[in-house]
Structures are given as structure tokens and as C-alpha cells.
């Protein structure tokens, strides 16, 4: 006889039911965010709500020019790559040594850096800004991104450590017979069927530097320096007192989002499966 399939059950359709209501509501924000950054200021004062009568494109020219949206999405592309290249390239490494060293110093090892995931950035924040102002690397794109380095280290190397935990040791010793020594197996052979967790995790730390607002605001004050999120901040300050542009803040929040819904849109299925692997490990 055939099995058949069960339907869902009340609460399935419930939950399915709010899932679906969720994502229509974070899409009609969008939607409005996009249109609102589309209109003038005094239309979006009158109407909250509506449909830009006459498209007003030069709010993004105001804010690209005016706002410095320009430089600092540059500094924000740099950085962000820049910081989030070099943790995977440093804790993909560490990773690799705890997944595979059972042992009880490796153990505690892994959770001394899922620890460090606890840890409020606010407690970090003056004495990285001390110890940054002591080595002359505040207001340096090199520091900021060193710093975004630090930050990174706790949770890429606890995910990475799933991935590699979950490479079969058998690739390893077919490695060894071949006459490949721990590095050579590594970078040829580990790190090709890990590409999906460096990928996965390269692309988190990007979204995490990309959107962090705090240690970039501490760090960095000239106009050439600062990144999109503290550039969207100080526009909206300097609009308080000079009348606010409402058009143009938002043209400001949509350079900042374009680019995290691109991501998302091409490679958000890789980013969700990629967090699941190795969970059961």
C-alpha cells in the first residue's frame, strides 16, 4: 500500500502563516524605505505614505556628494573584505588544529573562543581605543579593520571548527600515503572540501563589518575615513540642524542596504545551510 503523506498539522499552518506574514512586512519596509528615499522632503512630511509623484534621483547624487556616501562606501568595502580575508585566513588554521586534537586542552580551547563570543563590545571599546591611540592607529583604515580582525576571531573560529570537524579523516591519511606532510594536506586537501565553511564564514564577518556602527564611530572622526554607517549618522546630525532631508537619509540607508540584499538575494541559501553544518558534530 501507499503511505500517505500526512498533512500539516494546526500549528505547522500557524507558524507557515506567520513566516509568510514576517517576510510580506520586511518587504513592504523595503519597498517603502526605497520609495520614501525617492521623494522630497516636504511631500514625505505632508504624507508619511505614497508614491513619489515626481522620482527625485538626485537624493542619492545629495547623498553620494553632500553626505560623503561615496568615500565611505569605499572605506567600507575595503575594510570590510580586507578584515574579513584575513580572519578566515588566520582562524581557518585554528580551527582546523581543534577539530582535529581531541584532547582536553583543545576543548577548552574551543570554549574559551566561544566565550569570547559573551563578551559586549561596549567593555571593549576603551581599551581598544587606548591601546589603538598608543600605537598611532585610530583614524586608520588599517586599524579599524585590525580591530574587525579581533573581533571576528571567537566566532569564525567556532564555526569553522564545525566544518572541519565534519572532513572525513580518511581524505588526511589517503593525503599522508601520498606523502603529503600536515601543511601540504591542509592547504591541498582540507581547505578545497572546506570551501563552503570559508565561504560561509567570510561572508558573515563581511555582513558583521559592514553594518558595525560602534568601533567604527570610536575609531575613526575625518570625513576620509569613516565608513557608511558612521557617514549616515553624521549626515543625519548635521541635517538636525540645518532642516532634515528626509529624502536624501533615505537614498543614505539604501546605499547601505543595497548591497546586504545583493548578497543575500545570490547567496543566502549557501549562508543559512553553511551556519547548520557541522551542528551535529
Known amino acids: 500500500m501507499r503511505s500517505r503523506r500526512s498533512s500539516p498539522g494546526p500549528a505547522t499552518r500557524i507558524g507557515t502563516a506567520v513566516v509568510w506574514v514576517l517576510v510580506a512586512a520586511d518587504l513592504l519596509l523595503l519597498l517603502w524605505v526605497f520609495l520614501t528615499s525617492l521623494r522630497s522632503g516636504p511631500d514625505i512630511l505632508r504624507h508619511g505614505f505614497g508614491l513619489p509623484t515626481s522620482p527625485k534621483l538626485g537624493n542619492y547624487t545629495t547623498a553620494l556628494d553632500y553626505g560623503g556616501f561615496g568615500r565611505a562606501a569605499l572605506n567600507s568595502v575595503l575594510v570590510s573584505v580586507a578584515a574579513a580575508a584575513v580572519a578566515v585566513a588566520l582562524a581557518a588554521p585554528a580551527a582546523y588544529a581543534l577539530a582535529r586534537r581531541r584532547s582536553r586542552t ?40 585590525l580591530v574587525y580582525v579581533g ?51 567570510f561572508l558573515l564577518q563581511f ?67 553553511g551556519m547548520t553544518v557541522g551542528i551535529g558534530k
Open 207 to 273: 555582513i558583521a563589518n559592514w553594518n558595525e556602527t560602534l568601533f567604527a564611530i570610536v575609531l575613526t572622526n575625518s570625513q576620509n575615513k569613516i565608513t557608511l554607517p558612521v557617514a549616515l549618522a553624521e549626515f543625519v546630525a548635521s541635517q538636525q540642524y540645518n532642516g532634515m532631508d528626509y529624502g536624501t537619509m533615505f537614498a543614505g540607508v539604501c546605499i547601505i542596504l543595497a548591497p546586504m540584499i545583493a548578497l543575500f538575494s545570490w547567496m543566502g541559501s549557501r549562508i543559512i545551510s
Open 106 to 145: 583543545s576543548s577548552a580551547l574551543t570554549m574559551t573562543f566561544a566565550l569570547g563570543l559573551g563578551v559586549p563590545g561596549q567593555v571593549l571599546v576603551v581599551p581598544l581605543f587606548v591601546g589603538m591611540a598608543n600605537l598611532n592607529l585610530t583614524d586608520n583604515d588599517f586599524g579599524l579593520a
Open 151 to 201: 573581533l571576528a576571531m571567537p566566532f569564525t573560529v567556532f564555526l569553522l571548527t564545525g566544518f572541519f570537524a565534519s572532513v572525513p579523516g580518511a581524505l588526511e591519511e589517503a593525503a599522508v600515503l601520498d606523502g603529503a606532510g600536515p601543511l601540504r594536506s591542509f592547504v591541498q586537501v582540507v581547505l578545497p572540501v572546506a570551501r563552503g565553511g570559508l565561504i560561509t564564514a
